[in-house]
T-cell receptor, first 115, second 112 residues
Framework: KAGVTQTPRYLIKTRGQQVTLSCSPI?????VSWYQQTPGQGLQFLFE???????NKGNFPGRFSGRQFSNSRSEMNVSTLELGDSALYLC??????????????FGNGTRLTVT | GENVGLHLPTLSVQEGDNSIINCAYS??????FIWYKQESGKGPQFIID?????DKRQGQRVTVLLNKTVKHLSLQIAATQPGDSAVYFC???????????FGQGTELSVKP
């Protein structure tokens, strides 16, 4: 079974631009979560989608948004990029919503660099 | 606020020795914990989990111990191998959906 697939793997953008990252969950998984990983803040939760609905959101500004499609694939968008948005963005999928009900399986991330 | 935290940011062990990675948590209501391994250039990989009705759970070469009295858990890796070199995170699910609260991670280095 294929794992979580994230595209692109690397991305370089300039300040003020916007970016869209894509995530394909493991087949059959209906929940997709997004995390930001930086050396200073570690792994921080962005949001979770289940059945095309945002179920939970972390403490990030409104510039960070996401959506989920009917096939469970998900995208996240960051508008008006700032230097501090440089990070590894990780997507994780699970069978059901709620990290206690089924483990999260992570993709290898998209490395975003903002210059 | 952060619920889980690791004791040491780095740990160096000799190949073949046992490794112990520690994690403390603050929320006494936490009842489920997960350990993840993150190798360079990859996303976190699920290793093992434990629920609060257990004190110990064993996997292949790994054991997780949970001490609810002092709110501490540890990951023990037996006969550590070079392939075990990675950053290890303990994580605690928030009660709201798919949110995991991660510790800062311990980087394990295995010396040949």
């Amino acid at each position: 079974k294929a794992g979580v697939t994230q595209t692109p793997r690397y991305l370089i953008k300039t300040r003020g631009q916007q970016v869209t990252l894509s995530c394909s969950p493991i087949s059959g998984h209906r929940s997709v979560s997004w995390y930001q990983q930086t050396p200073g803040q570690g792994l921080q939760f962005l949001f979770e989608y289940f059945s095309e609905t945002q179920r939970n959101k972390g403490n990030f500004p409104g510039r960070f948004s996401g959506r989920q499609f009917s096939n469970s694939r998900s995208e996240m968008n960051v508008s008006t990029l700032e230097l501090g948005d440089s990070a590894l963005y990780l997507c994780a999928s699970s069978l059901e919503t709620g990290a206690e009900s089924s483990p999260l399986h992570f993709g290898n991330g998209t490395r975003l660099t903002v210059t | 606020g952060e619920n889980v935290g690791l004791h040491l940011p780095t740990l160096s062990v000799q190949e073949g020795d046992n490794s112990i990675i520690n994690c403390a948590y603050s929320n006494s209501a936490s009842d489920y914990f997960i350990w993840y391994k993150q190798e360079s250039g990859k996303g976190p990989q699920f290793i093992i989990d434990i629920r609060s009705n257990m004190d110990k759970r064993q996997g292949q070469r790994v054991t997780v111990l949970l001490n609810k009295t002092v709110k501490h858990l540890s990951l023990q890796i037996a006969a550590t191998q070079p392939g075990d070199s990675a950053v290890y995170f303990c994580a605690d699910p928030d009660n709201q959906g798919g949110k995991l609260i991660f510790g800062q991670g311990t980087e394990l280095s295995v010396k040949p």
